[in-house]
């Protein structure tokens, strides 16, 4: 059952293209809401993001909004490390265990042994934030001693955000362009559900969104 909790009221243009709204309530909230809302980079900070899916490249853009001088996206797929460029990404990498130093770390991959390494990338009092989400019970070993010094582990759910003024605030970045979340998005028929779950796991459509048309 749909709670009215739910609902944020928004102001649709005559140009806005409803579905390709439809996202920003889940992945691009998430992934931008987690570096506006909870991380904040500071201008000149280093952000690295693992993951280019729509969680990851939004936290991408997001961070390009931010001001931090090095932003670098980490995935397995070529085409969405050339998506990850053109969206801010200052550079890209297939192996995160090249990484160090790093003042944030956004773990969307839901890969445990990821979110360990990310521990220890990190700088003394910088933040991990976990977005991805393994299997229920899944738990990483830590290194107590090397969290001491001030690192620390986020869990991050909707982007922290309060949805009421955080969604209608990422739409006017859509439409100024400077949230062009429209890279993100494919269109597809229901009659092609299967195709769109088959695209959006081969790596092939990063945020596949049913169209349904009003007769």
């Given amino acids: 059952m749909t709670s009215q909790h739910s609902v944020v009221p928004v102001i649709v243009e ?3 293209e409803l579905a390709m709204l439809a996202p920003i309530g889940c992945g691009i909230q998430t992934g931008a809401g987690a570096v ?38 980490v995935d397995r797929v070529p085409a969405r490390l050339g998506l990850a460029r053109e969206l801010g990404a200052t550079s890209t990498t297939t192996d995160a265990g090249e990484l160090r130093e790093f003042d944030f ?11 360990e390494g990310a521990l220890e990338q990190i700088l003394a009092g910088g933040t991990v934030a976990i977005i991805g989400a393994p299997a229920a019970g899944t738990r990483i070993a830590v290194d107590v001693n090397a969290m001491i010094d001030g690192r620390i582990l986020r869990g991050v759910t909707e982007g922290g955000s309060d949805r009421i003024t955080f969604i209608p605030a990422l739409i006017e970045l859509y439409r100024g362009g400077r949230l062009p979340l429209d890279r993100l998005v494919r269109f597809y028929p229901p009659t092609e559900l299967r195709r769109a779950v088959d695209d959006a796991r081969s790596g092939t459509t990063v945020k596949p969104v049913i169209r349904f048309e009003v007769p």
């Fill in 36 to 73: 506006l809302n909870l991380l904040r980079p500071p201008p000149g900070s280093r952000v690295a993001v693992f993951g280019a899916g729509a969680v990851g490249l939004s936290a991408v853009m997001a961070a390009r909004l931010s001001g931090a001088s090095e932003i670098v996206a």
């Fill in 14 to 16: 005559d140009d806005d």
């Fill in 105 to 115: 770390i956004i773990e969307t991959t839901g890969v445990p042994s990821l979110l």
